[in-house]
T-cell receptor, first 111, second 114 residues
Framework: SQKIEQNSEALNIQEGKTATLTCNYT??????LQWYRQDPGRGPVFLLL?????KEKRKERLKVTFDTTLKQSLFHITASQPADSATYLC??????????FGSGTKLNVKP | EPEVTQTPSHQVTQMGQEVILRCVPI?????FYWYRQILGQKVEFLVS????????KSEIFDDQFSVERPDGSNFTLKIRSTKLEDSAMYFC????????????FGPGTRLTVL
């Protein structure tokens, strides 16, 4: 079965620095990969989508890369702020509309 | 801004009882999903629904579960004969005209099975 790995340890960084989160997957590559933000007790909120034929996508302070050879996506938040503190999830789309989520990485941005 | 709503926010039930979790997706969306998240664990895909039928389901979605779109606005998840391990947060999501469109998640229903 498909495995999606995100660093289970929390990432602690200083405000203003760039946060980099990793999503690795096994087996076959998804058609699409998405990144979500989840705050405690809330539903995930969509951030970015990247297709298998795209290398990089940007949105404001966010950047996602997708390397199908390494089977890895990197998610970057530049100029991080305390308000960016949350759990970040990657989700992979297979088949028509079946999504697999990673377990998420908790980001703590300290002022 | 349109949003997905879910009711109830918290449901407590006895083991073996049936529960129905309700969702109102965003009105012009065509794709509907149910996910669950056991406390402290990852979001798990249960089922996707398109054109009034299930399009994908996971291994978790066995005969105990069913989904329905009884009218033009509601999307329900029924769990028959609940088990203790069904205790989780259940999220409904919807997306627009393509399955790759942004998924909008509801606030979730916390199900507690005693």
């Amino acid at each position: 079965s498909q495995k999606i790995e995100q660093n289970s340890e929390a990432l602690n960084i200083q405000e203003g620095k760039t946060a980099t989160l990793t999503c690795n997957y096994t087996n076959y590559s998804p058609a699409y990969l998405q990144w979500y933000r989840q705050d405690p007790g809330r539903g995930p909120v969509f951030l970015l989508l990247i297709r298998e034929n795209e290398k990089e996508k940007r949105k404001e302070r966010l950047k996602v890369t997708f390397d199908t050879t390494l089977k890895q996506s990197l998610f970057h938040i530049t100029a991080s702020q305390p308000a960016d503190s949350a759990t970040y999830l990657c989700a992979l789309l297979y088949n028509f509309n079946k999504f697999y989520f990673g377990s998420g990485t908790k980001l703590n941005v300290k002022p | 801004e349109p949003e997905v709503t879910q009711t109830p926010s918290h449901q407590v039930t006895q083991m073996g009882q049936e529960v129905i979790l309700r969702c109102v997706p965003i009105s012009n969306h065509l794709y509907f999903y149910w996910y669950r998240q056991i406390l402290g664990q990852k979001v798990e895909f249960l089922v996707s629904f398109y054109n009034n039928e299930i399009s994908e389901k996971s291994e978790i979605f066995d005969d105990q579960f069913s989904v329905e779109r009884p009218d033009g606005s509601n999307f329900t998840l029924k769990i028959r004969s609940t088990k203790l391990e069904d205790s989780a947060m259940y999220f409904c999501a919807s997306s627009g005209t393509l399955s790759t469109d942004t998924q909008y998640f509801g606030p979730g229903t916390r199900l507690t099975v005693l």
